[in-house]
């Protein structure tokens, strides 16, 4: 059953050789394999120098597995690799070969991260947009990001997602925030889902009626100058005629422009 495994395991790289263009992909299908056949650390700690003869047996054990350890890695290694590359690489440790293909190719894993994170930091969803297309296309730059070896961390993922929303979901992002809410990113996709739909549901014509009636019956201007205080009413434009008659008195000689503003000698 062991044995079955490995083999399963692989052909994953033989189904994608290293050609130098997928370098990120190829290392990282080489680092489950070794991790399933617990034999990972042969990439991450070279084989130290030979123990003494006279030296425990286990120590001595433990340098001989290394070796055959590394010589396995280093043939799966070579295996899974174009022809130009085994040639490049043909006279290397498994440890060593990793290294030096980590310095020909850690350009192309920068560039990748740049690209990412550009993406991943310009995301703004517009109103109106379908919030569960738009929230697994953060979340593969997200996981994109922790595969180059740049986790953010789920707080930080989640403040970035609530921070792209439209204005329309404010209220949900201000409950999120005040409760306290931890959820892992598939769980917040679901939630934020369900508060699509609550928003879908929402009449805009009542909340436009209850903001068309709000003050309604107070006539324009009423108050303005009661609010100004005294000697502050509006005089007409080229001054008060001689003939003119108060609305409120009457009289002639001052003006009351409307029914709504006092004329200037009742001002006093």
Known sequence: MSNTNNF??????????????NFLDWYRNLRIVLTQERKLYVLEQPIPEAP???????????????????????????????????????????????????????????HERFEISKALFQCKMQDGTPVGPYVLKMIGYIENLQRLGFPLG??????????????????FVMNYNMNEIDKPLPELLSMLRTAELNLKKVKPN????????????????KGKSQAKGKGKALKPKGGVAKDATCFHCGQTGHWKRNRYRMCFSHLY
Not at 156 to 168: C, V, Y
Not at 206 to 221: A, R
Request: with cysteine; aromatic share 2%; charged share 25%.
């Open 52 to 110: 003494p003869a006279n030296a425990p047996r286990a120590e001595r054990d433990a340098h001989k597995k290394h070796q055959d350890d590394a010589l396995d890695v280093s043939c799966l290694m070579l295996a899974t690799m174009n022809s130009e590359l085994q040639k490049q690489h043909e006279l290397m440790g498994a440890y060593d070969m990793v290294e030096h293909l980590r310095q020909l190719y850690q350009g192309q894993a920068r």
């Open 8 to 21: 399963s395991l692989r052909s994953v790289l033989d189904k994608d050789k290293l050609n130098g263009a």
């Open 154 to 171: 789920q707080e930080l993922a989640t403040d970035m997602i609530l921070q792209s929303l439209p204005e329309s979901y404010s209220q």
């Open 206 to 221: 009542s909340i436009l009626m209850v903001h068309k009636g709000k003050g309604k019956g107070k006539p324009k201007g």
